[in-house]
Each structure stands twice: as structure tokens, then as C-alpha cells.
DNA sequence: AACTCGGGGCA
DNA sequence: TGCCCAGAGTT
């Protein structure tokens, strides 16, 4: 694979407002709001958190808070029963177990509560800046529809999209993908007539 | 590997 | 209305 710069210009082109949307200030604010993030888009998330920080920006504050308390305040977003157990769980293992600090280590993140993978990853890189690259759903199946790995795990595209894509690249080129994900190269029914790098695609689950 | 959770967004 | 979703946990 020796065009991926001219696939990444090329997505760049066809997605120029791609960037994180995700509303955070510090390390905790964006574990939160990653974790509310599952299975919901960046927008509806924010729609609670921006509130949510104002009046609750840090650990000390948030621990005050029951469950109930939590459900109130994020009921728009869709899974909100099991989020808000996940952050009330949270706060207390930072309190206990990390010192109220939020940890970098992979292990230590994803033995959080609502904490997996992707969330690992995206909170070691953005909050932290260590090298990982955050694969979901969508990054799964557009790099390997555009053939930069044959890899079928997550942890493996991981692995190949690290090794193939500058690391200045890499917060960049993961929206990219996501924004193409959902505009373009979705799931089921893709826009390919849309696409800017139809010539690449290997037509996976097509 | 296959299920479940769930309100919003969108057609 | 009905379908899908910027995941994680459980079986």
C-alpha cells in the first residue's frame, strides 16, 4: 500500500469540515463524553454535555451525583439506563483505584465500567496523545473497503492503520474515515457514484 | 458469534 | 411509522 497519502487527500477533499466534534475540556470531561457516546452521534451528545460540564466540570463534582441524578440529565441520549451506571461507577473507581486521576494505561481504562476498546482508544489518544489509533464500526469497514488492511480484527487494523499512516495523521484520518463512513461509504446502500475513492474500493460486503 | 440495550435522527 | 446507529457487556 503505497498511495494511502493520495487516499487521505482524497477524503480530505470530500469531507473538509471532518474533525472531532466531541465537547470535552479535560482528560475526565472526555472520558465522559466518549463513554455517553456509544451507539449516539457526537451532536446529540453534546447537546447534553455542554450543559452537563457547566454545572458538573470534574470528578469531585460529578461524585455527588446518584444515578437518578444522571439519567435526568442525559434521557435524550439513547442507552442512557446503562450510561449513566457506567459513569456513576466510574467516578468511584477513579476515586478508589486511580487516585481521582484518570489513568493512560489501556488495562486500567478498559477496566472501567462502559469503558472498551474504542473508548480507550480515543481517550489515550485525544486526552493523552499516545499513540493508538481508535477503530469503530465505520473505520472497520471503510479502511478495509479501500483496501488499507486486510486485517479482520479491530486490534489488527489498529495495528496496520498505525503502521501505514503518518502519526500526525492519525486524528485527521480517523474522522475521515468515520465522516466517509457515514455519509458515503455507509453499511448498507453506500453512495459509490458520491465516492472519491471508488477507483480503491474492494467492494467488502457489497 | 450472537444477542441486548434505547432515544434520536432521518427517510 | 419504521429503521438504523461515532459500542460494550453478557452468554
Known sequence: MDNVEEILDKLEKQHPDARCELYHNTPFQLLVATVLSAQSTDKS???VTVGLFE??????????????DIEDKIRKIGLYKNKSRSIYNICRVLKSDFDGMVPCGEKELMSLPGVGRKTASVVRAVAFGIPAFAVDTHVFRVTRRIGLTEAKTPDKVSDDLMKLIPEDRWI??????IFHGRRICKAKNPLCAECMVFEECMKIGL
Open 45 to 47: 451528545v453534546n447537546k
Open 55 to 68: 454545572e458538573y466540570p470534574d470528578l469531585d463534582s460529578f461524585i455527588t451525583l446518584e444515578i437518578g
Open 172 to 177: 485527521l484520518s480517523h474522522h475521515l474515515f
